[in-house]
């Protein structure tokens, strides 16, 4: 295919000059003769005005464009004070273990320079043997390293093996790529800080913090958030940047025998159609794809052609290369060198490189499908022109949501801010998993209610588990001998599920419960690293899922139907036609049955119900949107019953929500897994019973949430006209799986229905309604107000669906039902505390909700009916037989 033809935008952004200052008169001697013979005379004005600000004890984060000698610029005042201060410690921390050891490489020049005996330093990860650990805890200033092992090694040894001296002398914290520190990890490592915090308070040490961060919208606010510390920003670059060229490529369509749209040819065949052109002409390239089987792909497909239409033959398909996760680090090694050194002429590579690890002087750089973020996009295409010279730089748009926005709006990509990177370090969860961790490292005291603001409801939980105990005013840990293990970075929930191989019973990865629902359950394809498995069989009981290679043309979507109950709102706010409130909700989330969806072209092939229903219940974070009236009318006669009377179909509330949460992951830097966005039950509701309002959650799916529902409240003008663009600028006739989610939706309709969010519009006329369109939620199968005399027809269908609690209910012989008030009528009174604990109350209800049409808020009651003289005969006799057996 002709690349000229499918190029839709270009743009060039001119070169800028360096604005180069003299050495700081606060620059040692000796730095400056290392630099003057190093052929460095002057700074870039950011390294200097960091230094100088650094000199001043301030906090720092830096903000400068890749390739911008950010390194150097938090380099300097480390190695100023390690040189004049040879007891010096400065942690460096990195979000992988290549980038560390990348970066230690590029301080040997220093090492060298000035010799062991006055800077040392070293790379303390997993992979470190022990020789090495002990002499980098004995005589290194410089320890590069990463998140976690501050976590399990450094902090929870910190009066053993040496780690007592770092933590007296800490001057320095390094972070480095501080924008990849969101969601959960972000979160985690806000609470990692606060112990570090806390152990160098015991030491008497106050390090301070020097951060680099990509451009996102809010570094200063990530900064703050993770450090629990003051910053200034740093973002006026001085750093001198070659001529970029940027190139859009739209792929072609794909058009059926029936002139319909089918999709478009996958960016990874155009990206294999320009990477020959790109070595025939001897340019040097990077080649970013999402993942490492599409890397393999282009790297196929690139170097089949590289063979068969090039003049000199495999000669030039050996000159490109993979570069991805699953190569042993001494292959990654030998192709970073080949790569500087020339032999190679590019690489196709997964994210691994997206964070500055060098490979030599690139003039082209290839982004295979937008990913995701634009702080990712600018890391990607920032590896090309980092020597100078001019570049250009392609992105490649895929057929989904995001690339399509930006094929009809690409100025978003170079205008605006990027995204906020969102964390909340006081999710409970998280929090609670460190301030245990916190115990064990030093007793607990009044001091640390200030870096843990949850500390007075978490202490009288921990005491009660025996695993906290009272001493002279202070608590100390008691349970079990190493918390800081009990928890992932990555995560927060507990529950994991293993997937595993059956072909040679190897582990292929891990997951959180809710994650495993959607993508494990029985007859799922699940794609690991570029492979695809198909789940033959997923067990509760052992958590575990089993899995063979899968080879089809399909792929799996859950089905499921997601509750969700308003606890309280915190703040909200009029906007336009619709209200918006920001609070806790309760969310009940079960998955019920797939789609198989074809690859490519996303077209439906149909649905399998699931043997037995998953759910998970949990409390969260949620943007409610009240829907305005004429929306819902309008939508809700659109609404069929599916032939079958389980399924609702033409549901354009789902094409709504499928349109928001797109935009809402364009504005809040978040993935598929991190936010949910469902509708009230009461949307799509056929019965007549219309009550209440109709409202649109933007939940996160996280237990306790994670900040981004509430940064959704924040930028919820944005994400409205977001998700208009995206659907109006869709090139699809009447709407595809890219801009409403399903091909059967009908594009107007829910672009109406968006518009109608921000001005009240007329409906569209003569729309013709799908033949089918399965949909996710399941029509009620029991009214709420014919419980009482249903109960024991209820019961039974319970029991059959393999629910919870389904055989302890139907021990109840009868219920009574008045307003939105269910009573089980008991006959012990112990069971009465027992039922109404908390969690066995909360599934209960949402199991209510889940088979019937039950009120937004509905009560539940305990009414005890037993005959007290049987009740009696009943503990004598259990105390007596308590009584046999202890003596």
């Known amino acids: 295919m002709n690349i000229r033809e499918l190029i839709i935008y270009k743009k060039t952004i001119p070169k800028r000059e360096a604005e180069y200052v003299d050495f700081p008169s606060g620059l040692s001697q000796e730095l400056c003769s290392y630099l003057s013979k190093n052929g460095i005379e002057k700074l870039y004005s950011h390294q200097a005005e960091m230094f100088e600000i650094a000199l001043k004890k301030n906090n720092i984060v830096i903000t400068t464009s890749t390739a911008s000698g950010k390194t150097l610029s938090f380099l300097l005042p480390v190695l100023q004070e390690v040189l004049s201060n040879p007891l010096a410690r400065a942690i460096f921390i990195y979000p992988t273990k290549a980038l560390a050891s990348d970066q230690y490489r590029a301080l040997l020049p220093y090492l060298e320079y000035f010799g062991e005996g006055r800077i040392s330093a070293g790379v303390y990860d997993g992979d470190t043997p022990v020789n090495e650990r002990s002499r980098i805890r004995k005589s290194a200033n410089i320890i590069l390293t990463n998140p976690e092992m501050i976590n399990s090694a450094f902090l929870p040894n910190h009066s053993k093996f040496g780690f007592d001296f770092i933590f007296s002398n800490l001057k320095y914290v390094v972070i480095d790529e501080l924008h990849t520190y969101r969601g959960a990890f972000g979160s985690h490592l806000a609470n990692v800080f606060r112990r570090l915090k806390r152990v160098c308070r015991y030491y008497n040490s106050s390090p301070q913090y020097l951060c680099s961060s990509a451009t996102i919208a809010n570094p200063l606010e990530l900064a703050e958030e993770v450090c629990t510390q003051k910053f200034i920003q740093i973002n006026r670059d001085g750093s001198p940047a070659s001529e970029r060229k940027y190139v859009l490529v739209q792929p072609p369509k794909i058009m059926g025998a029936d002139k319909k749209y089918y999709g478009q040819v996958q960016p990874t065949s155009v990206a294999a159609d320009l990477i020959p052109k790109l070595v025939e002409g001897g340019n040097t390239f990077i080649a970013f794809a999402k993942s490492r089987r599409n890397v393999e792909v282009v790297l196929k497909e690139a170097r089949d052609k590289l063979e068969t239409e090039s003049f000199f033959g495999a000669s030039l398909a050996d000159k490109i290369s993979g570069y991805r996760g699953g190569y042993t680090p001494i292959e990654r090694k030998k192709i970073e060198n080949k790569m500087i050194t020339g032999v190679l002429k590019g690489l196709v590579s997964t994210n691994a490189l997206e964070l500055g690890i060098d490979i030599g002087k690139l003039d082209t750089s290839i982004v295979i499908g937008y990913p995701g973020t634009k702080a990712s996009f600018w890391q990607q295409t920032g590896r090309a022109g980092r020597s100078g010279g001019k570049c250009t730089n392609y992105l490649i748009l895929d057929s989904l949501p995001f690339d399509q926005y930006i094929g009809i709006n690409p100025d978003w990509l170079f205008k605006g801010e990027s995204e906020n990177a969102v964390i909340d370090k006081n999710n409970l969860l998280i929090e609670l998993s460190h301030i245990r961790a916190a115990a064990a490292e030093i007793p607990l005291t009044l001091d640390d209610i200030s870096l843990f603001p949850d500390l007075g409801e978490t202490i009288p939980v921990l005491i009660r588990a025996n695993e906290l105990t009272s001493q002279n005013g202070k608590f100390a840990w008691s349970g079990n001998s190493f918390p800081a293990g009990d928890f992932s970075l990555r995560n927060i929930d507990k529950v994991r599920y293993k997937l595993i191989n059956k072909e040679n019973n190897k582990e292929i990865t891990e997951m959180d419960e809710m994650q495993a629902f959607r993508e494990i359950h029985d007859g799922a394809i699940y794609m690991h690293d570029g492979v695809l498995y198909e789940i033959i069989r997923f067990d509760l009981e052992s958590k575990t899922a089993f899995a063979i290679p899968f080879s089809g043309n399909y792929y799996t979507m859950p089905g499921d139907n997601t509750d969700i109950r308003i606890i309280q709102g915190n703040k909200e706010m009029d906007y336009k036609r619709t209200h918006i409130t920001f609070g806790d909700v309760n ?301």
């Not at 209960?844 to 019937?852: C, G, M, P």
């Open 587 to 887: 969310v009940d989330q079960i998955v019920y049955m797939y789609k198989k969806l074809q690859f490519h072209n996303h077209q439906n092939l149909g649905f399998e119900q699931l043997p037995k229903s998953l759910s998970k219940a949990f409390d969260t974070e949620s943007t409610w949107i009240q829907i305005p009236d004429n929306v819902v009318k309008v939508y809700r006669r659109m609404l069929q019953e599916s032939e079958n009377g389980k399924y609702i179909r033409n549901n354009h509330f789902e094409g709504l929500c499928y349109a928001i949460k797109n935009a809402t992951m364009m504005a809040t830097m978040t993935e598929q897994e991190d936010i949910g966005v469902s509708m009230s039950n009461n949307a799509s509701e056929l019965s007549g019973n219309f009550e209440g309002n109709v409202y649109m959650f933007i939940y996160d799916k996280y237990i306790g949430g994670l900040g981004y529902a509430e940064k959704a409240f924040d930028l919820i003008e944005q994400i409205i006209e977001n998700a208009i663009k995206m659907v109006d600028g869709c090139k699809c006739e009447s709407g595809c799986a890219a801009c409403i989610g399903d091909y059967k939706l009908n594009k107007a309709m829910v672009l109406w229905g968006l518009k109608n969010l921000l001005d009240e519009i007329a409906a569209p006329r003569d729309i013709k309604l799908a033949e089918y369109a399965p949909s996710t939620f399941i029509k009620k199968h029991f009214q709420f107000s014919e419980l009482q005399g249903k109960w024991k027809e209820f019961c039974e269908y319970m029991k059959g669906n393999g629910d919870a609690f389904a055989a302890f209910l139907s021990t109840i012989p009868e219920v009574e039902v008045e307003g939105n008030t269910l009573t089980l009528i008991l006959s012990n009174a112990f069971y009465k505390e027992w039922v109404m604990e908390e969690n066995n109350k909360r599934s209960i209800i949402n199991i209510i909700y889940f088979h019937t049409d039950a009120p937004e808020k509905i009560e539940l009651r305990i009414r005890i009916e037993e005959a007290e003289e049987d009740r009696n005969n009943i503990r004598d006799k259990l105390q007596k037989r308590y009584e046999d057996l202890v003596e």
